[in-house]
């Protein structure tokens, strides 16, 4: 398995390759946020370590411009910033974990070998269907690029759907995705279908007969 570690610190840069190359990882390293990004494009490694205190590009422009140009690279996340707001959009961001220093070497090799299990499947940061947007960390909803207005609900079950993009989904799972409450009537589901209807267009969620329904979104 190959590593980018992507760390400015020399020390901990030698550090890390050394105790990963001991693990049985190859690994690769680059010292600033550009020579990372141009690795990490190049999609031939199975994890990436990030630092986010970077020269020249920030750890969280390289996350960006990765899964702008859909690498979906496990990245773990190694940074001295661990304030809950960091960790909050380094994850909205694209990460897959965050480890904040100074940190167990141990602990880090298990997050990065339970990384290469779960593999890298497409995990965008803004998802999309048709001429639908919805950005899940700033809760943001466009239709052809216009903002549209929806209530915390009608963005949950929308998001839902649009996570599964295709599928159709039960009337069931979404009601107890969503709401949370096994023992709701099943109808609130349709009730907000019919709200998300009015505000982005009978087309956009399709009604498969007997089965339940997925995001269309044109």
Do not use: C
């Not at 946020?33 to 020269?55: I, R, S």
């Not at 019919?194 to 979104?217: P, Q, S």
């Amino acid at each position: 398995m190959r590593i980018l570690v992507v760390e400015d610190e020399a020390v901990l840069s030698r550090a890390l390759r050394r105790g990963l190359q001991a693990e049985g990882f190859a690994v690769d390293v680059a010292a600033d946020g550009e020579t990372g990004l141009e690795a990490a494009l190049e999609g031939d490694h199975d994890v990436v370590v990030l630092d986010l205190m970077l020269p020249g590009r920030s750890g969280l422009e390289v996350l960006r411009e990765m899964r702008r140009a859909e690498i979906w690279t496990p990245v773990l996340v190694l940074s001295a910033k661990d304030s809950d707001d960091d960790v909050t959009r380094g994850l909205d961001v694209g990460a897959d974990d965050y480890l904040a220093k100074p940190f167990a070497f141990s602990v880090l090799v298990a997050r990065l070998r339970a990384l290469l299990r779960r593999g890298a499947p497409p995990r965008p940061a803004v998802l999309e269907a048709g001429r639908l947007t919805l950005d899940p960390a700033t809760r943001e909803v466009r239709q052809d690029g216009a903002l549209v207005e929806l209530t915390t609900r009608e963005t949950a079950l929308l998001e839902h759907l649009m996570r599964r993009p295709g599928e159709v989904l039960t009337k069931v799972e979404l009601r107890d995705h969503v709401w949370d409450a096994a023992g709701d009537d099943l109808n609130v589901v349709e009730v907000y279908v019919g709200y998300l209807r009015r505000k982005l267009g009978k087309g956009a969620i399709e009604t498969v007969r007997g089965a339940g329904y997925r995001v269309v979104g044109r």
